[in-house]
């Protein structure tokens, strides 16, 4: 029953990082705007290991390139690519604390959206340039506000990880 709930509670916490990855900002914001799939993934990894996996990161951001009309399967690979990295990780470094997260899961951001900028460039959608580190620096501003309020509903619901 306890891992229902965890299930439960990771699936719609990624729901709601995909409505507010489709949002809608002001023009002046659009550059800005955080991944928030690779944030909530990342907390989930970290936080409940075994909870999420590539292919429910692979779900959700293939759910992403349809509501964006992105090349298919681009952010499904950058979503998966995330969660491969926060995985291989987060097995080498079992207690993490907040600060570490927050080092590990800017590299992260900043390895799956240089992937997705290159990606994006040789398609001639988006040429490379410094709008690059925008999105990378809106999930270091996000980043303490989603880990806090996860780690909140973490523990309201007692979501914790126990080895086996």
């Known amino acids: 029953m306890k891992n229902l709930k965890i299930y ?16 809608p900002l002001p023009d002046t914001l659009k550059f800005f ?11 989930w990894v970290f936080a409940l290991p075994g909870s999420i996996g590539v292919w429910t990161a692979w779900l959700f951001g ?5 509501l964006f009309n992105t090349p298919l399967g681009l952010q499904a690979f950058i979503s998966s690519f995330a969660c491969y990295l926060a995985i291989r990780i987060q097995r080498n ?3 993490m604390d907040f ?22 460039g040789i398609l001639g959608q988006n040429p490379l340039s410094f709008k690059l580190f925008f999105p990378i620096s809106a999930n270091m501003l996000f980043w303490p506000l989603i880990y806090f ?9 007692g979501l914790f990880f126990v080895p086996s």
């Open 8 to 23: 439960f509670v990771v699936l719609l916490s990624l729901l709601c990082a995909i409505i507010l990855s489709i949002f």
């Open 33 to 43: 705007r955080p991944n928030w799939l690779i944030l909530f993934i990342g907390f």
């Open 62 to 66: 293939f759910l992403l390139d349809v």
């Open 93 to 95: 470094m079992r207690q």
């Open 99 to 120: 600060f570490k997260q927050f080092f590990l899961i800017m590299l992260i951001s900043l390895i799956a959206l240089s992937f997705q900028f290159i990606i994006e």
């Open 149 to 157: 309020l996860l780690k909140k509903i973490q523990n309201k619901y």
